[in-house]
């Protein structure tokens, strides 16, 4: 009983952990892409930044996985 219990756990937190950070990078993508789309001269800068924002938001779904690996694993 309590290894089914940690396995739904283990699910919902990449499942949950996943999400938030994947409508944030679709969101960053977005953003990015229309504001090159409006000043195509600040490509660079803005890629630069956007690299670096989507970076942090897939640390989050790292965290969540490797979460997920304790609780599946070791719990």
Do not use: C, H, Q, T
């Amino acid at each position: 009983m309590e290894g089914d219990v940690s396995k739904l756990a283990a699910g919902l937190a990449i499942g949950i952990g996943g999400a938030g950070p994947g409508i944030a990078i679709g969101l960053g993508a977005r953003a990015a892409f229309e504001a090159i789309g409006r000043n195509p001269e600040a490509e660079g800068a803005i890629r630069g930044a956007m690299i670096i924002g989507l970076g942090l938001a897939e640390a989050v779904a790292i965290y969540a996985f490797v979460v997920a690996l304790v609780l599946a694993l070791v719990v």
